[in-house]
């Protein structure tokens, strides 16, 4: 089968459940099949359940690829079947992750044997550390073998493509990356964007809900008007995939929230009764997908003003 054809959904998963997915799961139902879709040069994506993996397949040789992200072992276990099945990929170059969660680490297990390079950014990495040590599940996971601050890349073992990590700054967590596939010109998000859906912010590992805003400002204009972007999550019947336009509609969440929350802050009104009266957030209707996660907003923004 051509590559660029690949077949649209995956094999279900082999493994059985595990402590380590039971550990990271966080209320994400599983789909019936994954879906897998090639966008540019190689470059594509996997939806199954948990944040989005970014694919990179290398170009004539099925080793040197680069996976982005790892849902959890049962997904990771299924991509991978899915790509020796096909032929396309049987050993890595890079395995990176856009941040620490476990639905977009859970897999690693699955992948980083498989790596000749596993990335993050240093505070990603010690936030899976920590994650793991709180929940008395130390060593049951590969750790990064190298680390960042601001900035890593490599070329791809093909020639073909070049991968590039940058950290903007505090936002979804302390230690989010951008993953931009250079040539292929698509860039990974993670969880940095969550489209149309309210966002998930964990000050605990270093998220900043103020900062998030120009962090995503930033994002905008460090790529051109024709990066592709690849987002951790969407809300159902919304792509995981977009463009600037999708980073700047999200900045215009993020300020309109505090916007709106510092104003009833200084009104008077409670945590507790802007929580119960609020639907969406004024001046950016289309987030209204998530309602758990819209009183978390409400109450990060709020500890924080």
């Not at 959890?72 to 020796?84: G, H, K, V, Y």
């Not at 969407?234 to 792509?239: F, H, Q, V």
């Amino acid at each position: 089968m051509n590559r660029r054809h690949f077949l649209s959904s995956a094999a279900t998963a082999a493994l059985a459940a595990s402590p380590v997915s039971r550990l990271f799961s966080r209320g994400y139902r599983p789909a019936a099949d994954g879906a897998f879709k090639l966008l540019r040069s190689n470059v594509g994506y996997y939806t199954n359940r948990g944040g989005t993996i970014g694919v990179y397949l290398p170009g004539g040789m099925p080793e040197g690829g680069a996976i982005v992200d790892t849902q959890f072992p049962e997904q990771a276990q299924a991509l991978l079947a899915t790509l020796r099945e096909q032929g396309t990929l049987t050993k890595l170059g890079v395995l990176a992750n856009t941040h620490h969660h476990g639905d977009h680490t859970g897999g690693n297990g699955i992948f980083a044997e498989l790596a000749d390079t596993y990335v993050c950014h240093e505070r990603a990495k010690q936030n899976l550390v920590d994650n793991l040590a709180k929940s008395e599940q130390a060593g049951s996971l590969p750790l990064p073998s190298t680390t960042f601050q601001s900035g890593w890349s490599t070329n791809m073992p093909d020639g073909k493509e070049s991968i590039s990590l940058r950290h903007f700054g505090a936002a979804h967590t302390g230690g989010d990356a951008v993953i931009h596939f250079e040539n292929a010109n698509v860039a990974h998000l993670g969880d940095l964007l969550f489209n149309r859906r309210f966002p998930y912010i964990d000050p605990g590992a270093g998220g900043d809900i103020l900062n998030w805003a120009a962090v995503m400002k930033d994002v905008r204009k460090a790529y051109d008007k024709d990066t592709l972007f690849i987002f951790g999550h969407a809300a159902e019947g919304y792509p995981v995939i977009g463009t600037a336009s999708d980073i700047k509609a999200f900045e215009l969440y993020l300020k309109s929230l505090h916007k709106y929350v510092k104003k009833e802050k200084r009104k008077g009104t409670s945590l507790e009764d802007l929580q119960a009266k609020t639907t969406t957030i004024p001046g950016a209707p289309e987030w209204q997908f998530g309602e758990r996660l819209r009183d978390v907003n409400l109450q990060a923004m709020w500890d924080l003003l």
